[in-house]
């Protein structure tokens, strides 16, 4: 303690969450606006401050003054200080000072001055209490060498506060204990507290005594259990032996793999070792159970009948050829196999895996059950949307509680025979967190060349998924992980024309609905032409599911006629009869909302739901206007709204710069409203829209509007464009080309290297639509609103299109 006395008035710094004692020295970050200014008066007063722990809202009675020892900035820029508390001191009332820092009143404290005389030696046989209390903590936590420190403390006082670094001391009693002034009375507190702690200390040690006796009392029961097994065995009285011969000829009828035999073998020899009373007994007769359980060996006879396959799968769905020929194809390479002696292929690259992709409500999903019909396979679904979680597919290890295999080990258990049709729906929809990437775990299962050793996590041996077919669902493929998609035989399903639509409803959906609305067929018929109706304007979709369900509804409300005695059967639904039902249509021609004027043109666009028609606007904006807010996207002379991605605002600035170079041979006048700003829009604005494909559209409505010329009336059209002026590929022409048909558009503009996609429309949609197939830009805005006048085309002398094309 310092001879010399301190200043009484000190700045105050405060301690949010700690408490300092006499003769402790820390380090803090002043990260705080009131320590900031404390240490920064401290050098005001030769360096110290008033160190008070926060009570609540307010400060303790008691602080320590403390001397600034070194100062710091830590990397991240905030100030640190190291203090040395020196003394108690009683905080008095705040007064005036200078700088931001709070100062207060400080009365020293001292311990020697407050001590009082040791007449009957209680303070002594306290400080001998003490001292012997936390030795035993130390040594009972193995912390002797801290024993010599603590026999250096002599004063009652500083003995008591060598407490303060007891880590099992609350914030409340070192609080009280720098409060208390008496060094006895604190001496005091400090011997209960210390007693405390090596009672509890004493406490567990006591119990983890036990545990450890408990153990080998366990073991010692281990040892008597076998005994008593051992002589139940020989009077024959043994119920629990005959489990590990039980495992033993299941093993023996089971058709197991070599690596799989040896590997229940040993968890067998380990299960005959073990105790019942052992945690791991239940695991092991678990992973015995679900490794015996599977169908090893067994295998569904396939039909041999192709025309039978054949007319199951014309049966269950129209259309669908590509993925029926497929199917028809498997079958047939398997009988020529049998035929000639081969045998069925297997290992390596003899598994099947097909991934049909298409809009919903095509029949993808229920195709997978005809399909399991058709081959007289069993069918399991495993539906993957949403699932982000590896271990769903390959299973947890079995050092977690609670482990189970994955769903393919499931799936082929629950199927009963080693070759199931499996099909896996929505794998665009799979997810990935911190759990891992199911998709990734897919790629050994849905791989040919990998899936005969397949190996589950759970069961850690292989399992060959080679006889397994496997069918998966997507309605897009771009968000399949390319390495996933390369391993499957993608096949397209685009949606159904006008005319497939009312066959399927005439031939699946109507019969269907009818039984589920509890009628006969004699009791209600529904024209063709009220298909064609409900087919073509109360609904547009690429698949049947909302024609389906329109259908239930009509036969819903003719049921409650038949029961009402509204009506008497049989009852005849017209098309004249639909609106009575169902309302107005929801997608009959209507002239509004056409593009009829310049400045707009209908381009095409494949969807999550199929293909779909948009329509592009543009207008003119004058000098001034667009340059910035609003809302919109701008660059040079473009303002884009519509939620377009960054293909399609390129795509945007392509057609404008290409119109600009062009003006001349399109008939514009370069230095009029062509040098000023446009505005493209394409309407359902909550709608994000993307890709390349409407450049073509872009450069028509442009054109079109510069020249107050509308385009011609239902026209349609796709393309990417280039500056060159040549119409690019783009992808999705059959769901493009089933879209403009079921907009009720007439002719169609394509790129010419399209063509050849053309073979996949439906015949019937190729005779009802005029189809344009255009190479350069030039052409397509010929095609759109006829050409320029002659003497421009003239004096700009084009090659001719055969020449371009070529």
């Known amino acids: 303690m310092p001879n010399t006395k301190i200043d009484s008035v000190l700045p105050l710094l405060p301690l949010p969450g700690g408490v300092l004692l006499p003769g402790m020295v820390i380090s803090m970050a002043a990260d705080s606006d009131g320590a900031r200014a404390a240490v920064e008066a401290a050098g005001q007063v030769g360096g110290h401050l008033v160190c008070v722990p926060r009570v609540g809202a307010g400060f303790a009675k008691v602080g320590v003054v403390a001397g600034v020892e070194d100062l710091a900035t830590l990397p991240n820029g905030t100030r640190a200080v190291a203090v040395r508390a020196l003394y108690r001191g009683v905080v008095g009332a705040g007064v005036a000072g200078p700088g931001r820092a709070t100062w207060v009143e400080v009365t020293e404290v001292d311990d020697v001055a407050a001590e009082q005389p040791d007449q009957d030696g209680a303070i002594e046989e306290l400080v001998r209490e003490y001292r012997a209390v936390v030795e035993s903590i130390l040594e009972a936590r193995g912390a002797r060498p801290w024993t010599a420190s603590l026999r250096n403390v002599t004063e009652p006082g500083a003995l008591a506060d060598t407490a303060g670094y007891l880590p099992e001391l609350s914030f409340e009693r070192r609080v009280q204990l720098l409060e208390t002034i008496d060094p006895v009375a604190r001496l005091r507190l400090a011997v209960g507290w210390a007693r405390d702690i090596l009672a509890e200390d004493s406490l567990k040690e006591r119990i983890r005594t036990d545990v450890t006796e408990g153990m080998d009392a366990a073991q010692r029961q281990f040892l008597l259990r076998q005994q008593l097994a051992a002589i139940r065995k020989e009077l024959g009285e043994d119920d629990e032996a005959g489990l590990a011969d039980e495992y033993r000829t299941r093993l023996a009828e089971t058709p197991l793999p070599e690596k799989a035999r040896q590997a229940a073998s040993r968890e067998i020899e380990r299960l005959d070792k073990m105790s019942e009373a052992s945690p791991e007994h239940g695991w092991v007769r678990t992973w ?19 025309a039978a396959a054949r007319a199951t799968l014309d049966a269950d769905h129209h259309g669908l050829g590509d993925v029926k020929d497929r199917i028809i194809e498997h079958l047939a390479v398997r009988q020529l196999r049998t035929a000639r002696g081969l045998g069925p292929a297997e290992g390596r690259g003899a598994g099947s895996v097909l991934a049909l992709v298409g809009p919903p409500g095509v029949g993808k999903t229920s195709l997978g059950a005809s399909v399991a019909r058709a081959l007289g396979r069993p069918f399991v679904r495993m539906a993957l949307g949403g699932v982000r979680d590896e271990a769903e597919i390959r299973g947890h290890r079995r050092t977690y509680v609670g482990a189970l295999p994955g769903r393919v080990v499931r799936a082929i258990e629950e199927a009963g025979t080693m070759n199931p049709v499996i099909l896996l729906d929505e794998v665009d929809k799979l997810g990935a967190d911190w759990r891992g990437d199911p998709s990734s775990a897919l790629l050994e299962v849905l791989d040919p060349a990998q899936n005969h050793t397949f190996r589950d996590h759970y069961l850690d041996v292989d399992l060959d998924l080679s006889d397994v077919v496997f069918l998966a669902t997507a309605n897009v493929a771009d968000t399949i992980p390319p390495a996933l998609l390369d391993r499957m035989d993608v096949v397209r399903l685009d949606g159904y024309t006008e005319d497939e639509k009312i066959a399927i409803a005439t031939d699946h959906l109507l019969p269907r609905q009818v039984s589920r609305a509890g009628l006969e067929p004699s009791e209600v018929s529904i024209d063709q032409d009220a298909l064609r109706v409900l087919a073509s304007e109360y609904t547009r979709e690429a698949g049947v599911r909302s024609l389906e369900r329109h ?30 039902y169902l309302g107005r249509p929801h997608f009959a021609d209507r002239p509004e909302e056409r593009p009829d004027g310049p400045g707009a043109a209908t381009g095409l666009a494949v969807t999550g739901a199929g293909g779909d028609v948009l329509v592009v606007e543009a207008a003119a904006l004058p000098a001034g206007v667009g340059s910035g807010g609003g809302g919109g996207w701008g660059s040079g002379g473009l303002v884009l709204t519509g939620q377009l991605g960054e293909v399609m ?73 280039s500056l060159q002026g040549r119409v690019l590929p783009v992808g999705g022409i059959k769901q493009k ?32 639509l005029k189809v344009h197939l255009v190479s350069r830009l030039e052409e397509a805005v010929a095609v759109a609103m006829g050409p320029p006048p002659a003497q421009v085309i003239a004096a700009q002398e084009p090659p001719p299109a055969q020449e371009v094309a070529a």
């Open 649 to 721: 605002k390129e795509s945007a600035e392509i057609a404008l710069s290409w119109v600009r170079s062009h003006a001349v041979a399109l008939d514009l006048d370069p230095g009029g409203a062509l040098s000023g700003r446009f505005h493209f829009h394409v309407p359902a604005g909550a709608v994000p829209k993307d890709g390349p494909s409407a450049g073509v559209t872009m450069v028509t409505a442009l054109v079109s509007l510069l020249r107050d010329q509308p385009v011609r009336a239902g026209l349609a059209m796709t393309g990417e464009v």
């Open 288 to 306: 015995l159970d679900t490794l015996l359980g599977l169908p090893w060996g067994k295998l569904a006879s396939e039909t041999a009948d192709i």
């Open 551 to 580: 259908l239930a509804r009509v036969l819903r409300k003719v049921a409650a006629s038949l029961a009402s005695g509204a009506t008497t059967a049989p009852v005849r639904v017209g098309p004249e009869q639909l609106s009575g």
């Open 737 to 768: 080309v089933l879209a403009a048909h079921r907009a009720g558009m007439t002719e169609v503009i394509l790129p010419q290297a399209n063509g050849p996609d053309l073979d996949d429309v439906p015949q019937a949609v190729r005779e009802d």
